[in-house]
């Protein structure tokens, strides 16, 4: 399908940045001095000499998800509002409009976390055209790139910016494969897919010879797309190529179905239809509760009004285009209509794309930075934004740079009372991960622990690939993938072993890096509020963190295994006679139906109600700020087992991430402990 849009013309070449640079510093008070006209001094070979550049600025911050239900230019009024400096919060609606700021700097990893197209269509809403950063996440960075952004992270581009320097556009190309070089000159991915399908560019085939490859690097190859619906499989890739690969499968939620449905009617036509629908996925499962989460005051600025819109735009657009959609559902398994304050999700999208859909081998793209949960059983799933999404509507394929690999291999056996959530937060806090080494890397789990752990455990792992900044993340299918599949989605042994035969990485394959962790020396883990990369183990905090809320869920918590631990913990405590400790609210929210219904089947429903814990229905819920268990006040602690904890993510108080076995041991002591096996908590 070739879309009836005219090509745009090619970017003008060099580049005239007519206005201000804000540094995004950690200093409230420079933050506004520029806010209100006054340019900060900078020198690119000391920047962090006066105030320090803010590293590490989530999507979070850059755009907060209560303004994201907003999908056009208003998100402009926005720009920044959720930017932490000194621990304050400085930006006010419309200030980096008003401030007439052209580009923006930030310090390492900037743009991590969510995978929300919202943030770099906000700043480019408020007139930023060139983002800067010592280091610059994946997502963020191709989002940026797709909308016409401009990315670089030479931050001696700033005096020459400011002086009126033109820029040639080879400064923002340089070093870059031939695709991304295209879409930086035609100003985004669209006006490039256009030329592409029209012939007026053309996609060189990779010349890579047969080499040893890893296992994404196979999946890749294997997908590797000339134009058209079916894949054009290659011999080999390496590290840097880039092309475009046919997905098998490609989902949204209704956070980012609506921009992207926009998108398509505006610049593909009301009328066009979206190639092979039946490879399409809407999912309902972000905002669900949102009612029950939002602020009196974001009530009253149409907030809510704008959530509810969102999903009539989605349905109405899966119901155009043929597209499947999993909606709102009731908690009742014989589907009566919910109660007030009950009706939740069919599911998470990722986790349900995990449960009913994904197979070994397969492509995988998402809406969600969570979308490698799926990689758990071998196959290569990754986030992408909105116009990447809406793309890949026209042409079921999308743009990949093959990305350098992180080996992890994890040895010995864990503990009794460590999950793969604590071998999580232990590798996030690995040196190399901080410094954001791993940003746009292709991470394989390997090792005898992996090989010892269910496929719920692996798909944590591979779910926060998107707090380690990699491209993907991936577990070789093997027996135990074998028997998930057998058991769970009714395959024979003939059948599964079939899918995973030859899917696992050849002796010789090049990483870029080995992680080994002995998993056998871990202790629980608790990452301190602010990011997940700040990891400390439980009997390193002081032994009276008290908790408000416990929150115990989430896709990456909201598995069946997770709710066995859940479990473990809440019977030993029943059986003591303990319950939940007064003044904490603890919540147990499943990541599907069928894991609520695998609850209610064991009875864990009757044990959560019985120690004082409140078991709701799927939704992203409070991860997302969404839902019950978000904080209310800065004063408020919560440990939870979701995935990040950047400022405001989950409310305005101080966020602790842990296991499912410390969420719940916590719930019960009213302050952070670990679990142990003989069930004491410590």
């Known amino acids: ?20 640079v804000l540094l995004l510093v950690d200093d409230a008070e420079a933050v506004e001095r520029q806010l209100a006209g006054h340019d900060l001094p900078f020198d690119p070979e000391r920047p962090d000499a006066g105030a320090s550049l803010r590293d590490d600025i989530s999507t979070d911050e850059i755009t907060p998800a209560v303004i994201c239900y907003y999908h056009d230019e208003t998100l402009g ?25 052209v580009a923006s700097v930030a310090g390492d990893r900037r743009g991590k976390g969510s995978s929300r197209e919202q943030s770099p ?92 490859m890893t296992l994404v690097e196979k999946i890749l190859a294997r997908h590797w797309a000339s134009g058209g619906a079916q894949p054009t499989p290659v011999a080999a890739v390496r590290p840097g ?122 492509v995988i793209v998402g809406s969600d930075s969570h979308t ?32 350098r690999s992180l080996r992890v291999d994890l040895g010995g056996a864990m503990p009794a009372n460590v999950t793969a959530k604590d071998v999580m937060l232990e590798l996030l806090r690995h040196p190399l991960v901080r410094s954001g080494g791993a940003i746009g890397m292709a991470v394989e789990y390997t090792g005898d622990a992996i090989a010892a752990m269910s496929i719920d455990e692996r798909a944590t792992l591979t779910n926060m690939a998107a707090e380690v900044g990699a491209f993907t993340a991936v577990v070789a299918p093997d027996g135990e993938t074998v028997r998930y599949l057998v058991a769970r989605r009714g395959m024979t042994q003939h059948e599964a072993w079939a899918l995973c035969t030859g899917l696992v990485s050849d002796p010789e394959a090049e990483y870029d890096a080995v992680i080994r962790i002995d998993v056998s020396s871990l202790r629980p883990m608790v990452a301190l509020p ?17 908790v408000d809320i416990a929150y115990a869920g989430s896709c990456t918590a909201g598995k069946r295994a997770d709710m066995d631990m859940y479990a473990r913990v809440f019977a030993h405590a ?10 904490v609210r603890c919540y147990v929210q499943c990541g599907s139906r069928e894991v609520y219904g695998y609850c209610v089947e064991r009875g864990y429903d009757q044990l959560f109600a019985e120690v004082g814990a409140t078991l709701i229905a799927p939704s992203c819920g409070a991860c997302i700020g969404a839902g019950p268990g978000v904080s209310r006040s800065e004063s408020e602690v919560t440990i939870s087992a979701i995935n990040r904890n950047f400022p405001g993510r989950s409310g305005p108080g101080q966020l602790y991430l842990a296991s499912p076995y410390t969420v719940a041991a916590s719930a019960i002591a009213g302050r952070i402990v670990s679990w142990h096996a003989d069930a004491r908590e410590a």
């Open 121 to 212: 269509f906000a700043e480019r809403a408020a007139g930023v055209r060139l983002v800067l950063g010592k280091s610059v996440e994946r997502i963020y960075r191709e989002n940026c790139q797709n909308l016409g952004l401009l990315v670089s992270t030479n931050l001696g581009l700033v005096p020459r910016i400011r002086s009126g320097q033109a820029i040639p556009l080879s400064e923002f190309t340089a070093g870059e494969g031939p695709i991304t070089k295209g879409v930086i000159e035609y100003g985004g991915l669209f006006a490039y897919n256009v030329a592409r399908l029209r012939g007026e560019v053309r996609v060189p085939a990779p010349t890579t010879p047969r080499r040893p």
């Open 574 to 583: 029943r059986a003591r006679g303990a319950r939940i400790a007064k003044g």
């Open 530 to 546: 602010g990011d997940p990369g700040n990891g400390v183990t439980v009997d390193e905090l002081p032994p009276d963190v008290a």
């Open 241 to 362: 190529d880039e092309g475009f690969v046919t997905t098998d499968l490609r989902f949204s939620h209704e956070y980012v179905t609506p921009m992207a449905a926009i998108q398509f009617e505006n610049l593909v036509g009301a009328d066009a239809p979206v190639t092979d629908p039946d490879t399409v996925l809407f999912f309902r499962d972000h905002l669900t509760f949102l009612d029950q989460a939002m602020r009196p005051e974001h009530v009253a600025m149409g907030l809510l009004d704008a959530a509810v819109a969102l999903a009539e735009v989605q349905r109405s657009f899966a119901r155009a285009k043929g597209i499947r959609l999993f909606g709102e559902a009731s908690v009742d398994a014989a589907g009566a209509k919910p109660a007030p304050g009950t009706a939740g999700s069919e599911a998470i999208c990722h986790a349900m794309v995990l449960e009913d859909f994904a197979l070994p081998g397969q």
């Open 372 to 403: 490698p949960h799926a990689g758990a059983i071998g196959c290569v799933a990754f986030g992408i934004g909105t116009t990447a999404v809406m793309n890949a509507w026209v042409t079921r394929d999308v743009r990949v740079s093959v990305p």
């Open 77 to 101: 009024d926005f720009a920044y509002l959720g930017l932490r400096a000194g621990g304050q919060f400085p930006v006010r609606r419309d200030s980096v409009r008003r401030g007439g700021f």
């Open 1 to 20: 399908m070739i879309p009836q849009a005219q090509p745009a013309a090619k970017r003008a070449d060099p580049v005239l940045f007519q206005g201000r």
